[in-house]
């Protein structure tokens, strides 16, 4: 099974940026979908962004895009999320998530989760 290990996360002012990055290791990981996705205290997790290795396709959230970018390394060893322009609503616990099949920011069908990292954006 996949192992996932988030880092980067902070605080920031708004109009600010950050880059999470999350270690993957174990089995299949080069052939899984990858994504990012979010969650407040009271709110449900919510995704962000998602990039399927096969074609290279990715999937933004209304709320995020033209500022985040998903990406990997060459070696695919490290997902990454540049987060630019951040704003306030942004504030958040942040994971990391693999799939096996298909692709895209349905929290359900995601069957190896990181532990999450803190990110606070004040205004």
């Known amino acids: 099974q996949v192992q996932l290990v988030e880092s980067g996360g902070g605080s920031v002012q708004a109009g600010g940026s950050l880059r999470l990055s999350c270690a993957v290791s174990?089995?299949?990981?080069?052939?899984?979908?990858m994504g990012w996705f979010r969650q407040a205290p009271g709110k449900e997790r919510e995704g962000v962004a998602a990039a399927r290795p096969g074609d290279g396709s990715t999937y933004y959230g209304d709320s995020v895009k033209g500022r985040f970018t998903i990406s990997r390394d060459n070696a695919q060893n490290t997902l990454y999320l540049q987060m630019n322009s951040l704003k306030p609503e942004d504030t958040g616990m942040y994971y990391c998530?693999?799939?096996?099949?298909?692709?895209?920011?349905?929290?359900?069908?995601?069957?190896?989760w990181g532990q999450g990292i803190q990110v606070t954006v004040s205004s």
């Open positions: 174990g089995y299949v990981y080069r052939s899984y979908c």
């Open positions: 998530a693999a799939r096996g099949l298909g692709c895209g920011l349905g929290r359900s069908s995601y069957s190896s």
